[in-house]
């Protein structure tokens, strides 16, 4: 069973790169963020066409997030993080798909920092640390995938010294990740490929993907049950290579 997270920066402008990107790949489910689209405005005709089932969490402009699963529609168990200090956001949707509890999120960025939006972004990684807490010793196989943006360790960073008071490298946000692992959450990704140097975002400016100039910021946590499943992990950089592309790559595991 594959599954990958994909931040398309703009699901409708986006729609051609996402649609190639599935007829390529066929991952069983997809988690998107930042689908920059209202509800009524998701495009679910052409993903049903293309054999995808979805729920989503649209936001007009900004945020939004999305379950797409191939072949059936995702079970809707949550929408919405619960004590979201501001719950007209869209950023965190949850479904059931094939046995697998999913959740796919979108945390803020929280630049620039200091200020309220990285103050909204400490009190957002607080809300979700108290949900993943209750996630992590269900028996059921949970993942919570998406664009954390929070850059966990040097080695996931092109020059971290350039990063040192970016609100995605800040020690304040690296910690939060670091106790999620801690507490028990598997890092797919790192897990599987402890010692390479992996990036899922490279910025359009300065020619950043042609120099692999580039972040890693999108990530699967995996709970026990889960984790157990893992087999193989990856990051499909050639969609990040196509015309008119988002900023990100995909990321996708497998599971047994």
């Known amino acids: ?5 994909y931040n398309v920066n703009g699901v409708n402008g986006r729609l051609p790169v996402l649609l190639e990107w599935l007829a390529a790949t066929s991952p069983d489910v997809v988690c998107l963020q930042e689908l920059k689209a209202p509800d009524e405005k998701f495009p679910q005709g052409p993903l049903e066409e293309a054999g995808y089932g979805a729920i989503w ?78 996630l992590l010793p269900l028996d059921q196989p949970v993942l919570l995938a998406g664009d954390y943006n929070i850059i966990p360790t040097e080695r996931d960073v092109y020059k971290p010294e350039r990063w040192t008071e970016d609100a995605l490298f800040v020690s304040d ?29 490279w910025d359009y400016f300065r020619n950043a993907f042609a120099r692999d100039a580039g972040l890693r910021i999108d990530h699967h946590l995996l709970n026990a049950a889960a984790a157990k499943r893992l087999r193989t992990a990856g990051v499909d950089r050639s969609a990040r290579a196509l015309p008119k592309t988002s900023d990100h790559a995909p990321v996708w595991i497998e599971l047994a």
């Open 1 to 5: 069973m594959r599954i990958a997270s």
């Open 57 to 134: 969490h649209g936001q007009k402009s900004w945020n939004g997030v999305a379950i797409l699963a191939r072949g059936c529609t995702p079970v809707e168990t949550r929408r919405g993080l619960p004590d979201d200090p501001d719950a007209s956001q869209s950023r965190y949707i949850e479904a059931a798909v094939n046995g697998i509890l999913i959740g796919c999120l979108y945390l803020p960025n929280g630049n620039p920092r200091p200020g309220p939006k990285f103050d909204y972004k400490l009190k957002w990684l607080a809300a979700f640390e108290a949900l993943a807490a209750e």
């Open 173 to 201: 946000v690296r910690e939060a990740f670091a106790r999620l692992t801690d507490a028990g959450w598997t890092d797919a990704l790192r897990t599987l490929h402890p010692d390479e140097t992996i990036f899922t975002f």
